[in-house]
T-cell receptor, first 114, second 111 residues
């Protein structure tokens, strides 16, 4: 119930294409869903996040789609660029014992070919 | 600029040796976390601390120890009991339900 399942494990997209990464969760107590972007040798950085009271959030080329009934959410990267090549982690957060607990998916390695 | 500083960036450990990884934050965050990252495994929680002088085990705490004597600092010790310590270690902090801020990581290698 604490898991977040992420797919695909790796993704190759041509420059200008759309990258789509999917995540699913079981625990309905999760109330915050961030996406992190990680470049090799660096720590993950918060990319975009959504709360379950909205179905979509867009920031530039990055969009989160959220389906509360299906317990699924996805990241769409429009007009993908070689600079977007990185590993992307979805996560789900909830309050537990007075503190925030973040559960991560296993990551998707995105490669955008020029 | 506020942020999280991890040091050293690279660390080499001999068999049977304890090593300590440093994590300092100036974000005034109460909660701090240590994660281990292995290829294909995602991020696994080692220890976390909500307040000074208090910390809890995460999913893979065996062979590790922590302390939280100051709000700004949360060092991680990898003990000789950790049989497979080679990994990328990430420290993070959070402000109540606003997601985590990560450091740039320490890569530990057993030699």
């Amino acid at each position: 119930q604490q898991q977040v399942k992420q797919s695909p494990q790796s993704l190759i997209v041509q420059k200008g294409g759309i990258s789509i990464i999917n995540c699913a969760y079981e625990n309905t107590a999760f109330d915050y869903f961030p996406w992190y972007q990680q470049f090799p040798g660096k720590g993950p950085a918060l990319l975009i996040a959504i709360r379950p009271d909205v179905s979509e959030k867009k920031e530039g080329r990055f969009t989160i789609s959220f389906n509360k009934s299906a317990k699924q959410f996805s990241l769409h990267i429009m007009d993908s660029q070689p600079g977007d090549s990185a590993t992307y982690f979805c996560a789900a957060s909830m309050l537990q014992g007075g503190s925030e607990k973040l559960v991560f998916g296993k990551g998707t390695k995105l490669t955008v070919n020029p | 600029d506020g942020g999280i500083t991890q040091s050293p960036k690279y660390l080499f450990r001999k068999e049977g040796q304890n090593v300590t990884l440093s994590c300092e934050q100036n974000l005034n965050h109460d909660a701090m976390y240590w994660y281990r990252q292995d290829p294909g495994q995602g991020l696994r929680l080692i220890y976390y601390s909500q307040i000074v002088n208090d910390f809890q085990k995460g999913d893979i705490a065996e062979g590790y120890s922590v302390s939280r004597e100051k709000k700004e600092s949360f060092p991680l010790t990898v003990t000789s009991a950790q049989k497979n310590p080679t990994a990328f270690y990430l420290c993070a902090s959070s402000l109540f339900n606003y997601g985590y801020t990560f450091g740039s990581g320490t890569r530990l290698t057993v030699v």
